[in-house]
């Protein structure tokens, strides 16, 4: 048995990989952490990470990208399926699955593709994945153009009780993209990809939602137009639910003054109005979820020019700090944006919560201490960061995984 005693509000003692009590705990037991000026959280989750393998070990494997979770806070992580070897079968949950027990650090729950080969083509087997253990759907990387396939892949996924994680973008507005369009887009002379590309495709799938009644989950929400899409969906009941990143709730488009390949992803970093958007979105809970969207890369392709290189950061190890530094979001929100709500989104049972039966994931956090991430001590293998020059407040000190002190 493990005690975290004097924590903020409770003390929490853990029975192999359970909680068993919450609450003021006087008895003693074999292990005890002294977590004086700490709160305790549920094992923070982050819904939305790419780890590349199998394919790009090069770039991030399933125990580096673990190591970087647990390193961040963060006791589970959905892994998008667009790996080197797209997760589009059994085999390739089952693999996922395979490969995070071995590694032994966060929980890694796969995310199936939603077409075959992210192709957008043909749907892959929902059915059989969902059976292997995929806990959504996504293709995510890549839009889902075709209409008539996104119904199908919600009534689908419907049958089965998961979401569909939509990645919004109307490609046909937004080829060669570089940055954000607008005021700073043309002062730069950079391509642009207009707000409305993400609010159009955010639309679409709200009014299939609604046809189907099957439930749709907007990744990575940028634009204050698709905040306002999500709004009045929800004011009519349509089971739609978003995440937003930590870079689209912190930095804008002129981070593109510098010409830095750390501000290049896609959607691209917006407007300050789209930001202070997006920051009431979460702050009101229109937008449930924070999610990291880490996306590793190597240096050197990374370190390639500003047209060339390829969209992404990474995530898991700043995304906490990034968070709580952001005033406009009160911490109990924030931390039911990172705990309850993708748990509820994914249907992660015993998981975003911290009550006696509930699994022993935990993380102990120091909301006081300021610090500068160092991406040379990142587990993860990309040092690609934004947030490498900013000083932070508020990080993981402690994280519990399955009853497993980590750190
Ligand atoms: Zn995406
Ligand atoms: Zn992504």
Redesign the pocket.
């Known amino acids: 048995m493990i005690l975290i005693k004097n924590a903020s509000p409770f003390d929490v003692l853990i029975d192999g990989p359970t909680i068993k009590k919450v609450g003021k705990i006087a008895q003693t037991a074999e292990e005890t952490i002294d977590a004086k000026g700490l709160v305790v959280v549920p094992g923070l989750i982050d819904m939305h990470v790419h780890f590349r393998e199998p394919g790009r070990e090069d770039k991030e494997t399933i125990a580096t990208g673990a190591a970087a979770a647990v390193a961040g806070g963060f006791t589970s992580v959905a892994v998008m399926a667009n790996s080197g070897r797209v997760c589009d079968d059994a085999v390739g949950v089952v693999y996922v699955k395979a490969k995070s027990r071995e590694a032994n650090l966060a929980n890694v729950f796969p995310v199936g593709a939603v077409t075959k080969g992210l192709r957008g083509e043909e749907l892959a087997e929902l059915g059989k994945m969902s059976e292997a253990g995929a806990v959504a759907f996504s293709d995510?990387?890549m839009p889902i153009l075709n209409s008539e396939l996104m119904r199908r892949a919600l009534e689908y996924a419907k049958m089965f009780g998961k979401p569909i994680l939509s990645?919004c973008e109307d490609a046909t507005l937004t080829k060669g993209f570089v940055m954000h369009e607008g005021e700073v887009s043309q002062r730069l002379g950079l391509r642009g990809y207009p707000a409305a590309a993400e609010a159009i495709m955010a639309a679409r799938d709200c009014a299939l939602a609604e046809l189907t009644g099957g439930h749709v989950h907007l990744?990575?929400v940028s634009a204050a137009a698709t905040v306002e899409v999500v709004r009045q969906a929800k004011k009519k009941g349509v089971r739609v639910t978003a995440e937003a990143s930590p870079h689209h709730l912190m930095l804008t488009d002129e981070a593109l003054e510098r010409y830095e390949s750390k501000y290049k992803m896609?959607?691209p970093l917006r407007a300050r109005e789209d930001v202070e958007a997006v920051v009431k979105g979460v702050a009101d809970g229109t937008i449930d979820a924070i999610a990291s969207?880490h996306a590793p890369h190597t240096a050197e392709e990374k370190e390639q020019e500003l047209a060339a290189c390829p969209n992404g950061v990474v995530g898991l190890e700043t995304t906490l700090g990034v968070v709580l530094s952001i005033r406009k979001i009160p911490f109990k929100r924030a931390i039911d944006a990172m705990t309850a709500a993708p748990a509820r989104i994914l249907g992660l049972k015993g998981k975003g919560v911290l009550k006696p039966g509930a699994d022993a994931d935990l993380t102990l956090i120091d909301p006081k201490a300021r610090w500068k991430p160092d991406p040379t001590a990142f587990k993860s293998k990309s040092r690609c960061t934004p947030f490498d020059e900013m000083t932070l407040t508020g990080r993981a000190a402690h994280v519990i995984v399955g009853g497993r002190v980590c750190t």
């Open positions: 995510d990387g990645h990744c990575h896609n959607p969207d």
